[in-house]
């Protein structure tokens, strides 16, 4: 799903993010049998050519380096691998599995009804309330998590952190860092880096707190909010521009000192190259 606005830890470090952050009941939540407390990851590289390929893997262009595709799809073969899981939100057709294998794990308002994103109908959030709810939600996540190593990415990053924003004042900031420390942790364990998805807000929270190793952002140029990412993670942030509302020429986005070196534009689906649509820039 395409969002419009929206130093390396050790597993304990973000474990006691955990703990701080939910008690020791978020601490319990399920781990795979195959998850080792002690698995490294490989860092994003603090250099190349990125792609964002959402919209169905393709081969990619020459000399780029770093290719992010859904939890779905397959890694690009000699690629930085980025595996993108929805991690605050269902994804588009797949509410049904959530309301059978973690129901509580869905947001809903006081009437019992499913809170969908104002901007994404088709998209439920998630309850990160109470520990066990974010236990609940963690469960279901290791799924595509597992998937995400077993299938060789190096790296995943979670969608929709800032969903509390979206939540009606249901969600609160706190019970989502809360987590994603549990995610960072689940990715950690499995060897993966895991990436913070847009939310400036957070400053140096998301890596010191939390435990990100790195971002991926959208439209930080377009919005003025690339250095909230520069300042905290260094050349280690990924910014994807969309092409119907950069609303300047793309010569001039490159010119910008302040913007990440990884800087891409990208239509607003990220369809394949075979659409008459498809757009891929670099600076």
């Known amino acids: 799903m395409v969002r419009t606005r929206s130093v390396l830890l050790t597993t304990a470090i973000a474990l006691v993010a955990v703990l701080g952050s939910a008690g020791c009941a978020e601490a319990a939540a399920p781990s795979s049998p195959r998850a080792a407390s002690t698995a490294s990851h ?4 603090a250099s190349g050519r990125p792609d964002y390929q959402l919209g169905g893997g393709y081969t990619p262009a020459t000399g780029v380096t770093i290719v992010e595709r859904d939890s779905t799809d397959r890694p690009a073969a000699g690629k930085y691998s980025i595996c993108y899981v929805n991690g605050f939100q269902t994804q588009p057709g797949e509410l049904s599995g959530w309301e059978r294998r973690a129901p509580s794990a869905l947001l809903r308002d006081d009437s ?3 809170v969908a994103d104002p901007g ?52 609160t900031r706190s019970g989502n ?37 790195f971002v991926v952002a959208e439209e930080c140029v377009q919005y003025d909010e690339c250095a909230a990412y520069t300042s905290v993670y260094g050349a280690r942030v990924i910014d994807v521009e969309y092409s119907d509302t950069l609303g300047r020429s793309w010569a001039s986005v490159c010119r ?28």
């Open 42 to 45: 490989r860092d994003l590289p």
């Open 112 to 114: 019992g009804k499913l």
């Open 177 to 213: 860092l809360a987590l994603a420390a549990s995610l960072v942790r689940i990715g950690h364990e499995r060897g993966l880096a895991v990436g913070q998805k847009n939310t400036p807000q957070l400053g140096k929270a998301g890596r010191q707190t939390t435990g990100f190793d």
């Open 120 to 171: 994404w109908p088709d998209e439920v959030l998630l309850d990160t309330r109470t520990a066990a709810k974010r236990a609940a939600i963690t469960k279901e996540l290791t799924r595509s998590v597992d998937r995400c190593a077993d299938r060789g990415f190096a790296a995943v990053e979670f969608d929709n952190l800032d969903s509390w924003t979206r939540s009606g004042k249901r969600l």
């Open 256 to 283: 910008q000192r302040d913007r990440p070196a990884m800087t891409i534009l990208r239509d607003r689906d990220l369809v394949t190259p075979a659409s008459d649509e498809y757009v891929f820039e670099h600076c």
